[in-house]
């Protein structure tokens, strides 16, 4: 009988939940406190939970899949995108926001720093992550 893939898969779903709580929680507390502005740290609250959440289930997809089963990427209701990089690249915008923010430029600024570093991310990381 084969080996069941679902498994791991729906034990990391419920850890990923917890894991990217706390990593939001994390991002939320030290953007705030590095730049006095929750604002910020509500968007980088936001998107690095989410890009936790996001790559952990990819991660797991793509240790779990080699050479038995599908990738998260074959699902049929899956997006075109891929997924690893749009978690890492959620993870890592709002940390180089955050990283410029200390140097203290507007809001604005920051926000426009973290969706650029979010956008490079992206392109590397869809080059250099299997699909």
Do not use: C, W
């Not at 929750?38 to 050479?67: D, F, M, P």
């Amino acid at each position: 009988m084969s080996e069941d893939v679902g498994g791991p898969l729906l034990e990391a779903d419920s850890r990923s939940r917890i894991l990217s709580l706390f990593a939001a929680l994390a991002a939320y507390i030290t953007a705030s406190l590095l730049l006095a502005d929750a604002v910020i740290g509500l968007l980088a609250a936001a998107s690095v939970g989410i890009g936790v959440r996001i790559y952990s289930q990819y991660h797991v997809s793509k240790a779990n899949t080699e050479g038995r089963g599908s990738s998260l990427a074959s699902h049929p209701m899956a997006g075109g995108y891929h997924y690893g990089a749009v978690g890492g690249a959620l993870v890592i915008g709002p940390l180089v926001a955050t990283a410029v923010g200390v140097s203290g430029p507007g809001r604005l600024v920051v926000v426009g720093v973290g969706v650029v570093a979010g956008l490079v991310t992206y392109a590397g990381l869809r080059a250099i992550l299997p699909r």
